[in-house]
């Protein structure tokens, strides 16, 4: 019977601890999860931004060929 009761009064306790540090928690994961997505965005432009540079330069070789840069 006593562990029981300790047992109770240890899930009364870590329950209203964890109730506010649940929240904070919450915050937490929150910021961290638009910290990583902003790292993947990052990550992804900086991936294919070297792509889009090719591209418009291949663009403006073909474009200059054809002598729409030249006049």
Known sequence: MLTTDATMDELLVAESVETPSAGRNGVVSLVSLVVI?????????????????GATAFFYFFLAGFGGLGG
């Open 37 to 53: 997505l902003t790292i993947v965005v990052t990550a992804i432009a900086a991936l294919f931004l070297p792509v889009v540079q």
